[in-house]
């Protein structure tokens, strides 16, 4: 997994709002989002596998539900998380991210040796969508 934060933060709209956790303030900006994400995953998680299990999609807003494993390499530890995210679009791109999350960990951080790199990342893709126009429910 190349982890690459320019090619993230480009998925965001220029003033996108992203809250990692809903009850801190939301980190504003596409810039700052990157910034984040270069300290805290690129820098701060490795051996990362992650597991899209539901996506909903209705109108601009998109609802993600999924699952990952990751160590934390400031404190040596295997973490397992779920998470529930709600995105919002404008413009194809990524205006407001909420996560929602729980995680625990579950042991000690993979070892390096042990994990060689692999030919193709554990890491799963959702198809590539857009996000559907909203139907009227039928009553």
Do not use: C
């Given at each position: 997994?190349?982890?690459?934060?320019?090619?993230?933060?480009?998925?965001?709209?220029?003033?996108?709002?992203?809250?990692?956790?809903?009850?801190?303030?939301?980190?504003?900006?596409?810039?700052?989002?990157?910034?984040?994400?270069?300290?805290?995953?690129?820098?701060?998680?490795?051996?990362?596998?992650?597991?899209?299990?539901?996506?909903?999609?209705?109108?601009?807003?998109?609802?993600?539900?999924w699952q990952a494993?990751?160590?934390?390499?400031?404190?040596?530890?295997?973490?397992?998380?779920?998470?529930?995210a709600i995105l919002?679009?404008?413009?194809?791109?990524?205006?407001?991210?909420?996560?929602?999350?729980?995680?625990?960990?579950?042991?000690?951080?993979?070892?390096?040796?042990?994990?060689?790199p692999q030919k193709?990342?554990?890491?799963?893709?959702?198809?590539?969508?857009?996000?559907?126009?909203?139907?009227?429910?039928?009553?």
């Open positions: 997994m190349k982890k690459d934060t320019k090619l993230l933060s480009s998925l965001f709209t220029a003033d996108a709002t992203y809250h990692e956790q809903v009850l801190s303030d939301p980190i504003s900006g596409r810039r700052n989002i990157q910034t984040y994400w270069e300290t805290r995953v690129r820098r701060g998680q490795k051996h990362i596998e992650f597991k899209l299990l539901n996506l909903y999609v209705d109108g601009a807003t998109a609802i993600a539900e494993e990751f160590d934390v390499v400031r404190t040596n530890t295997r973490i397992i998380m779920k998470q529930v919002e679009f404008a413009d194809g791109k990524i205006a407001s991210l909420r996560e929602y999350w729980s995680s625990r960990p579950i042991g000690k951080a993979k070892a390096l040796k042990s994990n060689p193709h990342s554990k890491m799963r893709r959702p198809k590539r969508w857009r996000p559907a126009r909203s139907k009227k429910p039928e009553i």
